[in-house]
């Protein structure tokens, strides 16, 4: 009842602000982490919208900030969120049916989502960008556009332009040096073509798929459960639906995550949804594998995909990887490169496309010893963090230490917490508000199972809270299950201090009874007994107790092992070197949404002139550092020129030199709005007076000084590393006021 209130309370139809899920970063299968089908309804847009009748959300969000009464607002709808979350952990301590759980937790995600919703609604209205401006500068100064564009496009997938491919090559570049570099951590490149079996033993091939529908006449396609809620929604909003029908589909749309094929199907013919876009009928739903298919070799014979993700090939790669370190724990590797995913309807610009470039770290460690010895370099960042505790008693989030948030348990461990300070300090090293960024912690029913702990680096924008970076303890999942597949050990060794005696289980297979069974193919099945590990043991003597038999599969194979083919041994053995198996803390970056992020947030205009917008990108990952603007076409400024730009490009200093005849200020207007950090004007006093000067003019501030053109590629090479500030070279060399030659004087000479 409290949900339903506090929906009521929020109520705008279809155009409710939706939270965008992970869909780059770490393409683990998940069929119910992707963002609704109709493109969410932010709040920048309600603002701009002219209409007779303001929407609830606005007239309250505008009459609370009169009253000043935000929190008498939220109260409800936070009680509302604590309650259920009580619910749901009540539900589980007491084994309730795993069924109901799911609902429980269905429940509690749609309160969290009206809550969310809420509190961005109440944002300061100079607090939202302007889109519809921000995205025509986008495509105008050519920073990204839709792919084959000529041909009518193909959604998902995006050009970036000269100014969008330096900005690109800046962050990657400031990532390698702020991750790769400082942490000594072994980069690889690997393919991005994947044969199937890989895929098969991650989980992508059976799990990561989503339900689509299709208009039987055009064949267009839609995602399952968007196009149900959405239609709901519509349906919900006329004011002739009544309450019981309201309340019925409230009710579906809540469980929307928890629907399996049948029951979709069922749900479309009793709402009678049609194609959106032409009102024509649709197919029954369908599984759709998000991975593209192709076919490896001529002969067609060895199916492969597109890699979904990045990580796979580190994690393959960890032998060779181990024996590069000298077999030492721990180390971490990285891979930058694109991954694919075939989108059901991709929308939201660079938030959710077909293709996409990630960087990935995977580090390596004992499970027994996850502490990192350079916490305490991060301990004291104050970090707005999102714990799952918060969420579920419906608290919003809070800044905390790093230190403390570890020591208290919030963060499971200090390898995971260093980490997490790692990625704030690069966030807003490139660009991201610090006030826009928080760290999101998974709750206990959107982690994988094997999971231990795993946060999110979330920004706010126009779009709602996304996730540009998530951040995982995922133990040793991913290589104990190729281990078990290849039957190639991909474990450490630990020289121990002393000797230890260790409890085995292992499976004794029965060779005559597994050979009677499977004749040629039966050292398949043994061999894949003999690496199995221990839990795997376990649970599989469990079914043998219960059924009598269990079943393994490998290279392509199903074999059904009975009582009679195989027992379970367990002993004691004294070891002297041990085995480890690392477990993985694996930070994962999706490049394409922390541009967009950073678009958003360094986005701005002139005060005084709406016509002047410009983007303050920090100097390191600005697409040109400086610009080279001579006063004049006349030939006497050539050689400075020249000049500059020889010192600039020695220095390393990207630049871009403008001579055209436009105005001093058009042309800064025009690199301003491309965000050049920095500008050199060789003007009159250049040519006419010794020593040769130039004026340097600062993006943000206006503000310009005078040097002596000689100093000026350094002067540009330090800010551009951050070695030095504008703050700094205003104290420095005297502000520039006015020429006192002209162009008279160069004329008369």
């Not at 400082?182 to 098969?200: A, G, N, R």
């Not at 199916?303 to 990580?311: I, N, S």
């Not at 000298?326 to 891979?335: H, N, S, T, V, Y």
């Not at 917008?613 to 076409?633: E, G, H, I, N, R």
Request: charged letters at 25%; one cysteine or more.
């Amino acid at each position: 009842m409290l949900r339903r209130a506090a929906s009521a309370l929020l109520n705008t139809g279809p155009g409710i602000i939706t939270l965008l899920s992970v869909p780059w970063a770490k393409a683990t299968p998940n069929p119910g982490s992707i963002a609704p089908l109709i493109r969410p309804f932010s709040l920048s847009v309600c603002l701009r919208k002219k209409k007779k009748q303001k929407s609830r959300w606005l007239q309250l969000s505008e009459g609370q900030k009169m009253d000043g009464n935000i929190e008498e607002v939220l109260a409800p709808l936070r009680q509302a969120v604590k309650e259920q979350g009580d619910l749901v952990r009540q539900m589980k301590a007491d084994g309730a049916p795993d069924v109901d759980v799911a609902k429980a937790v269905a429940e509690l995600k749609a309160r969290k989502r009206t809550l969310e919703a809420k509190e961005l609604s109440l944002q300061p209205k100079d607090d939202i960008v302007d889109r519809t401006k921000l995205e025509d500068t986008l495509r105008r100064r050519f920073f990204y556009d839709q792919a084959f564009s000529i041909y009518g496009g193909v959604s998902g997938l995006y050009d970036f332009g000269p100014v969008g491919c330096a900005l690109k090559n800046n962050i990657l570049q400031v990532w390698r040096q702020h991750f790769i570099q400082e942490e000594q951590i072994l980069e690889i490149d690997c393919t991005m073509l994947t044969p199937e079996p890989v895929l098969k033993t991650s989980g992508h091939v059976d799990k990561f798929a989503d339900y689509m529908v299709k208009d039987v006449k055009n064949g267009e396609c839609f995602r399952a459960d968007h196009l149900l809620k959405a239609h709901l929604q519509k349906l919900m909003s006329d004011k002739k639906c009544p309450a019981e029908k309201k309340a019925e589909m409230d009710d579906v749309i809540t469980q929307m995550d928890n629907y399996t094929q049948q029951e979709l199907t069922d749900l479309f013919v009793k709402y009678n949804v049609k194609s959106p876009v032409t009102g024509n009928d649709l197919s029954p739903p369908i599984s759709f594998n998000l991975m593209f298919q192709t076919s490896i070799g001529p002969g067609g014979n060895m199916t492969g995909y597109l890699r979904p993700e990045t990580a796979q090939g580190i994690f393959l790669n960890f032998k060779r990887l181990l024996e590069f370190n000298q077999g030492k724990l721990p180390f971490a590797a990285a891979q930058i490169g694109n991954s694919f995913r075939n989108e059901i309807s991709p929308r939201s610009g660079l938030i959710r496309v077909r293709e996409f470039t990630m960087a990935e770290i995977e580090h390596f460690v004992d499970p027994n010893e996850k502490v990192h010895p350079k916490f305490s370099s991060v301990a004291d960042l104050d970090i707005l963090l999102y714990s799952s505790k918060a969420q579920t008693s419906g608290q919003s989030a809070a800044i905390m230490k790093l230190g403390d948030a570890v020591e208290q348990g919030v963060i499971n461990n200090s390898v995971l917490g260093y980490f997490i300070g790692r990625i704030y300090l690069y966030l807003t090293k490139v660009g991201v508000a610090k006030d826009k960024l928080r760290f999101r912690q998974h709750m206990d029913n959107e982690m994988a199972h094997y999971a231990c702990d795993c946060w999110d680096a979330e920004t706010k924008t126009s779009y709602g809270w996304i996730e540009i970076v998530g951040c995982a303890d995922r133990s040793c999942f991913d290589l104990t299950c190729h281990a078990r597949a290849t039957k190639v050990s991909l474990a450490a060794e630990k020289l121990l201090k002393e000797p230890k005696v260790v409890n085995v289980v292992q499976f004794e297979p029965n060779k005559a009874a597994i050979g009677k069974a499977y004749k040629r193919e039966a050292k398949l099945a043994m061999e894949y007994l003999a690496v199995c590990d221990e839990c795997f043991i376990t649970d599989q003597e469990k079914l043998l107790e219960e059924n009598g038999e269990f079943t393994i599969e490998t290279e392509g194979k199903t074999f059904k092992i009975t009582k009679d083919m195989v027992t379970v041994k367990r002993f004691q053995k004294t070891l002297h070197v041990e085995e480890v198996v690392p477990n993985v803390i694996e930070p994962s970056f999706g490049i394409g949404r922390i541009m967009y992020t950073i678009f958003e947030h360094t986005f701005q205009i002139r005060e005084g002139d709406e016509q002047r917008t410009f983007f303050s990108f920090p100097a390191m990952v600005a697409p040109y550092k400086c610009s080279v603007l001579p006063l004049s076409q006349n030939q006497e400024f050539v050689p400075f020129v020249r000049e500059l730009s020889e010192a600039l490009t020695k220095n390393g200093v990207s630049h871009k030199v403008d001579d055209s005849s436009g105005s001093i200020g058009r042309r800064y207007a025009r690199t301003d709005e491309i965000g050049v950090a920095f500008g050199i004007t060789i003007d009159f006093d250049t040519v006419n007076k010794t020593p040769h000067t130039a004026t340097l003019r600062d993006r943000d501030s206006m503000r310009q000084i005078r040097a002596e053109v000689s100093e000026l590629p350094d002067v540009l090479r330090d800010l551009s590393n951050g070695l030095t500030t504008w703050a700094e070279i205003e104290s420095k060399y005297p502000i520039f006021e006015g020429q006192e030659t002209s162009k008279k004087d160069t004329i008369e000479e």
